[in-house]
Nanobody, 120 residues
Framework: QVQLVESGGGLVQSGGSLRLSCAAS????????MGWYRQAPGKRRELVAT???????NYADSVQGRFTISRTYANYTVYLHMNNLKPEDTAVYYC??????????????WGQGTQVTVSS
């Protein structure tokens, strides 16, 4: 099992910045990608950004150029640096960790979520 604890959400004005953090603990072996997803009221959960164990990053088009994902490998912490925030970025942000096994099977783990609210 993997436990994920998020922090750093809050209320910010449009154009402002926030940094989200997510620390993983538990069975950390075989963790491949870590990342962030978000879910706004009435909408489906969507990918924001992911980063693999070898540093390959993937971003949603809506955040490209504004958000940066980074990761420390020593303690399996992932960060999401969010700049130039917009009201449409308002959502609950969830940390995700994926374990990839040699058999090809995968396990996904989720944090409890942290609220990000951007006022106009």
């Amino acid at each position: 099992q993997v436990q994920l604890v998020e922090s750093g959400g809050g209320l910010v004005q449009s154009g402002g910045s926030l940094r989200l953090s997510c620390a993983a603990s538990g069975s950390l072996f075989s963790i491949n990608a870590m990342g962030w997803y978000r879910q706004a009221p009435g909408k489906r959960r969507e990918l924001v950004a992911t980063i693999t164990s070898v540093g390959i990053r993937n971003y949603a088009d809506s955040v490209q150029g504004r958000f940066t994902i980074s990761r420390t490998y020593a303690n399996y912490t992932v960060y999401l640096h969010m700049n130039n925030l917009k009201p449409e970025d308002t959502a609950v942000y969830y940390c995700n960790a994926e374990r990839l096994f040699t058999s090809g099977s995968r396990e996904n783990y989720w944090g409890q979520g942290t609220q990000v609210t951007v006022s106009s």
